[in-house]
Nanobody, 129 residues
Framework: QVQLVESGGGLVQAGGSLRLSCAAS????????MGWYRQAPGKQRELVAA???????NYADSVKGRFTISRDNAKNTVYLQMNSLKPEDTAVYYC???????????????????????WGKGTLVTVSS
């Protein structure tokens, strides 16, 4: 089992910045990548960004150039620096621990892999206009 503890959500004005953190503990040897998903009200969960232990990354097109994912392997922690936030970034952000690398090489049916992942409880990010 892997436990994921998120922090850093909150309320920010459009154009502002936030940094999310996610610390992993437990059977972390089983994790191939860590990242963040988000889910806005009435919308499907979507991948925001992911990173492998070697530093390979994947970003959603909607956040490229604004968000940066990084990780500290010694601390088993992944970070999401979010700049130039927009109201449409408002969502619950979930930390993800990926065992199959589907967050790096995204398959046509990513939802089929969600059950194999570990998930944090989520942290709310609200961007006001």
């Amino acid at each position: 089992q892997v436990q994921l503890v998120e922090s850093g959500g909150g309320l920010v004005q459009a154009g502002g910045s936030l940094r999310l953190s996610c610390a992993a503990s437990g059977s972390i040897f089983s994790i191939n990548a860590m990242g963040w998903y988000r889910q806005a009200p009435g919308k499907q969960r979507e991948l925001v960004a992911a990173i492998t232990s070697g530093g390979s990354t994947n970003y959603a097109d909607s956040v490229k150039g604004r968000f940066t994912i990084s990780r500290d392997n010694a601390k088993n922690t992944v970070y999401l620096q979010m700049n130039s936030l927009k109201p449409e970034d408002t969502a619950v952000y979930y930390c993800n621990a990926d065992r199959t690398l589907h967050t790096i090489v995204v398959p046509s049916n990513p939802g089929n892999y969600y059950g194999m992942d570990y998930w944090g409880k989520g942290t709310l990010v609200t961007v006001s206009s």
